[in-house]
């Protein structure tokens, strides 16, 4: 069965270090998402991307967070200098509908910042 | 802002019986429901979905309930069992194809216990 993958599954970093988080997504797949959950709350939307370009993001996404798709399989979000406040699970999901289709989630990448 | 509520943490269930997860949600603009299940250390795996245009959709032992006049919607498992020992999230969509569409707004979950 198809799924979408993540690496690393745990990263550990220091304060205002650079992270990229990567994911590759159901092949047939046109619309990529990043998700994060901090520990002990609910599943917060981050970012959707489509046709290579963001199609909506949220208030969580600043400046300091980007996503790029380098290739054709490949879908990152780098975290510029990360805070203390961005350890969090972080899951990359995909789908091939938007409206109506549901999200296929990987496992997560689990970003502990020191 | 909890668009998504689910009220209760924790649920325990005996093996065999129902299970009812209750979610409330406030915002009028979604109209497509989903549950995910999440063991730990996975990621969230789709269950069922909903549309707002039904009220029920059933899929083998998972119901899913719609009240749309209420703001509620509910998830039956029956028979219970203890495989389905996990974290259940409810899930919101916005209609159309504009701002809030792309995104799921999640509730915080229900950890359900099945006891063999």
């Known amino acids: 069965e198809p799924e979408v993958t993540q690496t690393p599954s745990h990263q550990v970093t220091q304060m205002g270090q650079e992270v990229i988080l990567r994911c590759v997504p159901i092949?047939?797949?046109?619309?990529f998402y990043w998700y994060r959950q901090i520990l002990g709350q609910k599943v917060e939307f981050l970012v959707s991307?489509?046709?290579?370009?963001?199609?909506?993001k949220s208030e969580i996404f600043d400046d300091q967070f980007s996503v790029e798709r380098p290739d054709g399989s490949n879908f990152t979000l780098k975290i510029r200098s990360t805070k203390l406040e961005d350890s969090a699970m972080y899951f990359c999901?995909?789908?091939?509908?938007?409206?109506?289709?549901?999200?296929?989630f990987g496992e997560g990448s689990r970003l502990t910042v020191l | 802002d909890q668009q998504v509520k689910q009220n209760s943490p924790s649920l325990s269930v005996q093996e065999g019986r129902i299970s009812i997860l209750n979610c409330d949600y406030t915002?009028?603009?979604?109209?497509?429901f989903l549950w995910y299940k999440k063991y730990p250390a996975e990621g969230p795996t789709f269950l069922i979905s909903i549309s707002s245009i039904k009220d029920k959709n059933e899929d083998g032992r998972f119901t899913v309930f719609l009240n749309k006049s209420a703001k509620h919607l509910s998830l039956h498992i029956v028979p219970s069992q203890p495989g389905d020992s996990a974290v259940y999230f409810c899930a919101a969509r916005r209609g159309g194809s504009g701002a809030g569409s792309y995104q799921l707004t999640f509730g915080k979950g229900t950890k359900l216990s099945v006891i063999p």
């Open positions: 991307f489509y046709n290579n370009e963001i199609s909506e």
């Open positions: 999901a995909s789908s091939a509908l938007q409206g109506r289709g549901e999200l296929f």
């Open positions: 915002n009028s603009m979604f109209d497509y």
């Open positions: 092949s047939n797949h046109l619309y």
